[in-house]
Nanobody
Framework: QVVQSGGGSAQSGGSLRLSCGVS????????MTWFRQAPGKEREEIAT???????TYAKSVQDRFTISQDNTQNTRYLQMNYLEPEDTAIYYC?????????????????????WGQGTQVTVSS
């Protein structure tokens, strides 16, 4: 089960942080993706950490958002800096246990089975 928290309101140019953990297990064993959905828009995949811990970001958030991991807290964070009104959306964290194959090492499942409840992020100009 994904445990998601954080978000809230910020001024344009400000920062917020989202937290995401996996109850009863080690977060480092999971692939994780943050999505967001703004009113009237399709869901957007914005940041991912894969089975090797590598991160990728959508162009819309690159250089502003950063995924980090705190093993002592068993939590991953999405640090969101230089927020813009266009970042206003409900943000979701999704996780799936990483898989392993000798031919490819760790890899992520096609579907992430655990989803957080979503958290609102509102950025005002």
């Amino acid at each position: 089960q994904v445990v998601q928290s954080g978000g809230g309101s910020a001024q344009s140019g400000g920062s917020l942080r989202l937290s995401c953990g996996v109850s009863g297990d080690t977060v480092a064993r999971y692939c994780m993706t943050w999505f967001r959905q703004a009113p009237g828009k399709e869901r957007e995949e914005i940041a991912t950490v894969d089975g090797f811990g590598r991160t990728t970001y959508a162009k819309s958030v690159q250089d502003r958002f950063t995924i980090s991991q705190d093993n002592t807290q068993n939590t991953r964070y999405l640090q969101m800096n230089y927020l813009e009104p266009e970042d206003t959306a409900i943000y979701y964290c999704a996780a799936g246990a990483r898989l392993f194959a000798l031919s490819r090492g760790f890899y992520c499942p096609l579907e992430l089975e655990y989803w957080g409840q979503g958290t609102q992020v509102t950025v005002s100009s």
